[in-house]
């Protein structure tokens, strides 16, 4: 079956401008995972959902990082008036289960670079 | 704090040689372990996972890892290098919560 896909695969904005990134999870999974990475780096939590419910957001940086997933399906990472400091790889993952090891599945990533 | 370390960030080896990654992690209570890789501009895939089964964990691609508790270690190791092994490869550690903890990264290099 399809995977977690993301969109855009590359985005570039200005600084101050605001951006929105896509996740789409695998059809029927209820956890949904954004992670950053950082050039060079391994990918950092962001928050995490359970259907629509946004269970934990303790890895958002600031309060200009927002995301939702109103249906508990597709997810939207959003992030206002962007700094240079917010270019990196955002990555989604789903998981079948709420909770638990279940293994995370892992999108192609969103590029963002802010000038 | 809960963490993992993943000594050197560059391994280069010889195709057919032993490839051997390094990790270790700091938890007090057993943790559940994953190893990933990642293909250039590709998302992360699972290659295996320790989840306090058996200690010896074969995964994809002829790779495998031990759990050591006394040594908190889960390194990744593959008997004979493949030229289609060269991608970076993480560490990753869930403990309470259901965040991974990633380490830093070891990118494989092989030589033909």
């Known amino acids: 079956g399809a995977g977690v896909s993301q969109s855009p695969r590359y985005k570039v904005a200005k600084r101050g401008q605001d951006v929105a990134l896509r996740c789409d999870p695998i059809?029927?999974?209820?956890?949904l995972f954004w992670y950053q990475q950082a050039l060079g780096q391994g990918p950092e939590f962001l928050t995490y959902?359970?259907?629509?419910?946004?269970?934990?957001k303790s890895g958002l940086p600031s309060d200009r990082f927002f995301a939702e997933r109103p249906e508990g399906s597709v997810s939207t990472l959003k992030i206002q008036r962007t700094q240079q400091e917010d270019s990196a790889v955002y990555l989604c993952?789903?998981?079948?289960?709420?909770?638990?090891?279940?293994?995370?599945?892992f999108g192609p990533g969103t590029r963002l670079t802010v000038l | 704090a809960q963490s993992v370390t993943q000594l050197g960030s560059h391994v280069s080896v010889s195709e057919g040689a032993l490839v051997l990654l390094r990790c270790n992690y700091s938890?007090?209570?057993?943790?559940?372990l994953f190893w990933y890789v990642q293909y250039p501009n590709q998302g992360l895939q699972l290659l295996l996972k320790y989840t306090s089964a058996a200690t010896l964990v074969k995964g994809i691609n002829g790779f495998e890892a031990e759990f050591k508790k006394s040594e908190t270690s889960f390194h990744l190791t593959k008997p004979s290098a493949h030229m289609s092994d060269a991608a970076e490869y993480f560490c990753a550690v869930i403990f309470a919560t259901n965040k991974l903890i990633f380490g830093t990264g070891t990118l494989l290099a092989v030589q033909p």
């Open positions: 959902f359970q259907n629509e419910a946004q269970l934990d």
């Open positions: 938890s007090s209570v057993p943790p559940y």
């Open positions: 059809s029927g999974h209820v956890s």
């Open positions: 993952a789903s998981r079948r289960q709420g909770g638990g090891t279940d293994t995370q599945y």
